[in-house]
Structure formats: C-alpha cells, structure tokens
C-alpha cells in the first residue's frame, strides 16, 4: 500500500517541511524533559483535570473572567476539530496509517507543555483597573526570565502568526465549506461569519467564553452524531485497525533517500504537522487560559494539558479510523475524499457534519482574535489593538476574496505561510518553557498542598460521571417515582427494605410502616408525639434535624469552610443581597441528613420569619466524598434560605438540596416550589404580614435525604461543645445567644 507523497519536494512545496523536523525535536525534548520534571502529571492528573473542566472544582469567589471550561473551549476551538482532523490527514498522508500510533504517544509526552505554558499565563497575568485582564507567553517570558526582547520578539511573529495562521487560513477553511458544502456564491457565505464574528469579539473575553459554553457543546455533538451517521455503515472492525495502526507503527517507510535518516525524518515531519496543526506550542490557549476565574494557576495548567489528549487520543483515532475504513490514506485519496463524503452520503448528516466545523472554526477565529489583540496591546497598547483588530477583519475579508476569485491555490499558499509562521513562533515559548517548568512545578505543589484536593483514580472517575450526569433531571425523575402510590403488595415490602437498608428506626414512626401510600410519605413521615424533647432553657438554639454535624466554627470575614482547604463565601450561600451582610464575621453549623434519617426541617429558635431567598441550582450529592472533592459543593447546589429574626439577632436556615431530593417544602409558605422544570431565582420579604414561629416548630421538610446550614450573626451566639461527626437529634442544644437586641410582636 502507498502512504507517501509522490515525492518530498511536492510537501515541502505544500508546507515548507525544512523547518518541521526541527520543531518537532524541539517539542519533543521539551516535553520529555517536562514529563519527568513534574512527575509524570499527565498520568497522575488526568482525572483531576477532568474534574476541573468539569466545574465541580470552580470556585466563584476567584478573580479571573472565565470558568475553567469557558477558557478551555476558546483556547483549543480551532485545535479540537480542525486542527485535528487536517493534522491527522495530512500525517497520515505524509507517514501512513502508523504515524497514528506515534501521535498517541507524543500526544500523551506534550501534555505537560500545555500544563506549564497555562500555569504560567495565570500566574504572570496582568489585571488593568478597568479589570481586564491580560495575559499570555510574553508576560511569562518578561516577568520570570527578565527578557523582555525575547517577550517582544515573542509578541511580533505571534501577531503575523495569527493573522495568517489563526486568521486567514481558518477563514478561508470556513469559506470553503459555505461555498462547496452549503452552496453559497460568492462573498456571501465569508461576510456572514464575518458579521457573526464581529457580533461575539466585540462582547470581550467574557462574551467569547459564553459562546464557547454553546457552541462547543454543540459542535461536539453534532460532530458525533454525523460521525457515526455518515461513516457507521462503512467503518472496518476496530480492532483490524488498530492492528494494521501498531503493526504499521514499526514498519514506517523511508522519505527519499532511505535508511534510518530517512525513516526518522517521516515521523518528525508527519508528527510536527500534527502537532502544528493542532497549534501546539503556539501560545494561542495559554493566552486564553490566562483570564480564567482560578484560585490556584496551576488548576487551569491541569485543564488545558487535557487538549492534547482529546486531540491525539480521540480525535486522531476518529479520524484516522474513518480515513482506514475507506481507503483514504495517500495524498490523492485523502484529497479527494471530502468531495466523496459530501457527493454519496445523506445531505442532512452532512449539513450537520459542516456545521460542527462551522461550529468550532467560530469558535477558533474567536480566540485567535483575542489571542493577537492580547500581544497588539502589549507591543505599543490600546491603539495598536484597536489597529489590530481592523487588520484581523481586513485581512479575512480581502484572502477570502482572493479565494473566490483564484479557487484554493490561495488555501495553499497561505497553508504554508501560516505553519513557518508556527514553528517560528514556536521557538521563544518553547526555550521560556523548558526554563521555567521549575515555577510551574511550584504552582502544581502549592495547589495540592494548600487547597486539599483529592486525586485518587476511583473517586475521580465518580465525580467524573457525577458531574457529567443530568443530575436535576435524575432528581425529577425520581421525585416522580417516589410519590407513585403502588399497590399494598408491593409498597409494603418495598418500604421494608428501604427501612432495613438503612436501618432506620420505625419505632419513632408516627404511623406503622404499612399506612404509608408511596415512599415519599415515607420519607417525609412525622414522628411520634414526645419522640423528641425540645430543650426549654431561654437563650438556648437546638438542633434543627436529625442529622451528623459535618463542620461548625467561626465565618473568617465572609468565609465559610466546606472542608480542609475548601471554602466558599456567605454572598454565594445565601444570595440575598440584603440580608448577607448581617452574617460577615459570624458563626456556622452544618447537618447532614442521611437516608436514614428523619426527614423534616425544625426552628432552631423562636422568632419572626423575615422572607426567603430561593437560588435554583445542581443538585449534586452532599456525602463526604462529594465534600471533600467538589469546589463550593453548597453555594453550586439548589437552597432555600429562611431568614428568621429572633430576640438575640438574626439566624439563616440554609436547606440545601441534594441529589434525589424531590422537593423542599416549607411550612409558611405553600407557594415556594423547588426542583421545578422552568426555575429562577427569587427572593421574598414578608412585609404586610407578621409569621411567627416557636422554638422546635417545624419549618419546612426534604423529599430525601440533605443538607442543612445555620448561619448566625456576629457576636450574637456561643456554640456548644460540638463534636465532628457527632449523631444529634432534633431539639439538642448546640448553642446559646448571649444577650437580647430587640423586641418581636407577640404571636397571635
């Protein structure tokens, strides 16, 4: 079988290959040298970055722009799709069916290269008191290495690159499949995405992170789904390919000339077109990454070496193995076979299969934009990038002129314009790198030793799924179910074994376990009367569930600790723009409510119910593992906070929804519905009407098994000797008031 190019001299015409051996060396002894520097992260850590992009690790008390996934998506929007499927093309072409094995390799070494390059870009960022922020390579190269020259020439060849490699080149690409796959004529298909480009850069960083949130999702999906449509009746056995992909591995054809020089100079340059392609080592996402809502640099490092492994693992295996299925793996055929796919293959899959690259080339030209305007701005400031970004749109517009006017001799030769421009690129973020992986590697220690994150391999791939999984949905659902009233028959046992499971004590019951209709009922079920004593002493706060106290202690200004080296503040937990500020400096408990125990929610204290707050959110579990490993678990997940005005000052009972909690109901107001379908948020002060409630009243109930926290204003309370983890019934005392600042209206 034939996997070479007629002739060298036809791809260095293509691509300028002279300088791709050189790039790839360099990449390649960077990333060694990295990967045994930092331990091998990309083994280590490969879950816990998941689990930051995930955004169960976000915390919304950090300073930065985006969200790690936000940043992530606008920093590789050109990579993750394009890049990969015109890097695995043209490697395969160039190398054959074997260059696949040596991209999952090298793709696994050059994780760590995007890990430091990130870490950098968030630590040596710059805030400007409008609070933008500015970021990227240069900012590392001059502030750590004190080479401002280098930060400079950096910048220059960064902005040319992306013009033409980041710009124009993409541009024409997108202009190609309107005027090829979507049939439009003319100018009409590139001034579209011009206009719908200019409509999302002109918004800022922000409005480009918000959009990759959508469209990424979005081109994601719409990609595999016309994958599988378009290729799933062709697609060879999986495991023929990958045979051929291991046994071909070693078996790599020589360029002209021969010999071992040869075979090496294939793999350099087909892998260095890969790697190119998916703009490794270009400076492009470290820019992005470096406005991210972080707390710690070294947390959007984690995320963005994760790139490499959906480009060289995943999406190299797609496409190569769509390319093996149909005999695409010379120059000629891979050519010739987009015109096949688009000619002999239902038009709707591939409408939608255009319209992922639609999808992620907006996306690309979006963060190359903001990329160059970062490097414009620091050469000679803000008239520059407002220079700048004429230029971008300029020099798009006039290239895809050129394109319909002359065809795609114009893609060729901006093509090989754009990777010298790379690779040249390349080579000052490259060298800061290999020097500064110590700096780096210091972020990485102080975020595993400061913020007590866990990474066991188990516990990542639960919160993992956890995260991905529609968990609202989940909770609705089985809501659903737990109201069903099934037959005697079949409920009785049911409930028995709900009961012994968990060993819950129906002694305490108010009804024998065979009165109740659904296992809503009786999740919600009462106690008996006297089950519990309600401590009677004056100042005396108690217990508001049956529950385990998790964490208790003093709030630090307006902080609130989840567990060791996991905090989050009072503004996120109880929303309400009028009542936090009461709490800043105040004291805290948390119950945890297990399946086994009972379920409704009791005044810690007497007083007058001043309104609510209802912020609609996830609904992740709230066990210890969930804890200890999810960022801002509380604040993230659904609450309604009760606002209570006692005699000794104010108290917060923050319920906070869980996963499988059907509902949260209060007593004092039947209109308050939580878990809904369509759900805002809303907040609520009982100004014509007084609401009293007495000491072990009961003030509202959970549908399943939560989580509930107090919150007490500063200088107002003494906690009681608690204990972590300790077992505690409703209507123990677990604190006291000090003295009365106000009076209450008398319950009527």
């Not at 045994?36 to 816990?48: A, K, M, S, T, V």
């Not at 069916?97 to 950098?120: A, E, K």
């Not at 009982?686 to 549908?703: A, N």
């Amino acid at each position: 079988m034939e996997t070479l190019f007629q002739s060298e001299s036809k791809f260095n015409l293509l691509l300028g290959a002279d300088i791709l051996s050189p790039y790839f060396y360099l990449i390649l002894v960077s990333a060694v040298y990295l990967t045994i520097q930092l331990g091998f992260p990309q083994i280590r850590f490969l879950f816990l970055g998941l689990k930051i992009l995930t955004g169960n690790m976000d915390f919304k008390g950090s300073k930065g722009q985006l969200v790690h996934s936000q940043a992530f998506f606008a920093g590789i929007g050109s990579s993750l799709l394009t890049g990969s499927v015109l890097g695995t093309a043209l490697a395969i072409a160039y190398g054959g069916i074997g260059v696949i094995f040596w991209i999952w390799v090298v793709s696994l070494l050059v994780m760590p290269i995007r890990f430091v390059s990130s870490t950098l870009a968030v630590k040596f960022r710059n805030k400007l008191p409008s609070g933008r922020y500015l970021s990227g390579p240069m900012y590392s190269i001059e502030k750590s290495l004190r080479a401002k020259w280098l930060a400079i020439a950096f910048s220059l060849t960064s902005i040319f690159t992306v013009l033409i490699f980041g710009g124009i080149f993409p541009f024409i690409g997108l202009s190609f499949i309107t005027k090829e796959g979507l049939g439009l004529s003319g100018m009409s298909g590139p001034i579209t995405i011009a206009v719908v480009l200019m409509f999302v850069v002109v918004g800022g960083i922000r409005r480009v992170g918000a959009t990759a949130s959508i469209i990424a999702p979005l081109g994601i999906l719409l990609f595999l789904f016309s994958y599988f449509s378009i290729f799933g009746q062709g697609l060879v056995s999986f495991f023929a390919f990958l045979t051929d992909v291991c046994k071909e591995a070693f078996s790599i054809k020589a360029m002209e000339g021969g010999g071992a020089f040869g075979i090496l100079r294939t793999l350099s340059v087909s892998l260095s077109v890969f790697f190119l392609s998916t703009e490794t080592a270009v400076g492009k996402s470290s820019g992005i990454a470096g406005v991210v809502r972080t707390d710690y640099a070294a947390k959007q490092g984690l995320v963005s070496m994760l790139a490499s492994f959906f480009e060289g693992i995943i999406m190299a295996t797609l496409i190569g193995f769509a390319l093996y299925s149909y005999g695409a793996v010379t120059l000629t055929t891979i050519l010739e076979f987009p015109t096949r796919i688009i000619t002999d293959t239902n038009q709707i899959s591939v409408f939608l299969f255009l319209g992922s690259f639609l999808c992620f080339g907006l996306l690309s030209l979006a963060g190359w934009f903001y990329s160059g305007e970062q490097n414009a701005f620091y050469l000679f400031g803000e008239k520059f990038s407002n220079f700048f970004r004429i230029l971008f749109f300029g020099s798009l517009l006039v290239f895809a002129f050129f394109y319909v006017r002359y065809g795609i001799d114009v893609l060729t030769y901006v093509m090989k314009i754009g990777y010298t421009l790379a690779v040249i690129t390349s080579v000052p973020l490259l060298i800061a790198i290999l020097m500064l992986g110590k700096s780096a590697k210091l972020e990485l220690n102080k975020y595993l030793n400061e913020s007590g994150v866990r990474y066991e391999i188990f516990k990542d791939i639960y919160l993992l799924f956890l995260t991905l999984l529609p968990k609202n949905l989940i909770s609705k659902l089985f809501g659903i179910f737990s109201m069903m009233k099934l037959p005697r028959f079949m409920m009785i046992p049911i409930l028995k074994a709900f009961a012994k499971a968990y060993k819950i004590n129906l002694d305490e019951a108010e009804l024998e376990i065979k009165e109740y209709a659904s296992l809503n009922q009786f999740f919600t079920r009462a106690l008996r009367a006297e089950a519990r004593i309600i401590d009677s002493a004056a100042n005396a706060i108690v217990s508001p569930t049956d529950s385990r106290i998790t964490s208790f202690g003093d709030i630090n200004q307006s902080t609130i600790i989840q567990a060791k080296g996991i905090d989050y503040s009072v503004k996120e937990l109880l929303g309400s723009e009028k009542f936090y500020p009461s709490f800043t400096n105040g004291k805290y408990i948390t119950f945890y409510l297990s399946p086994q125990d009972y379920h409704r929610i009791h005044s810690p204290f007497a007083g007058q119910i001043l309104g609510y707050y209802y912020e609609p959110g996830k609904l992740f579990p709230v066990n210890d593992l969930a804890v200890l490993n999810i960022r801002g678990l509380f604040p993230k997940n659904e609450r309604l906070i009760t606002f209570l005005q006692t005699e000794y000052g104010k108290v917060a009972v923050i319920k906070v929804g869980a996963s499988n909690v059907g509902k949260i109901r209060v007593t004092y107001d039947n209109k308050i519905v939580t878990n809904n379908w369509i759900r805002f948020a809303k907040e609520h002060h009982y100004k014509d009407v007084s609401i009293m409630i007495d000491k072990g009243s009961e003030l509202g109930r959970f549908e399943m098994g939560s989580t509930v926290i107090l919150v007490f204003e500063s200088d107002t309370v003494d906690l009681g000797p608690l204990k972590k983890d300790e077992k505690i019934q409703y209507g123990t005392v677990v604190g006291s008031f000090r003295k009365k600042i106000t009076k209450l209206p008398v319950k009527v």
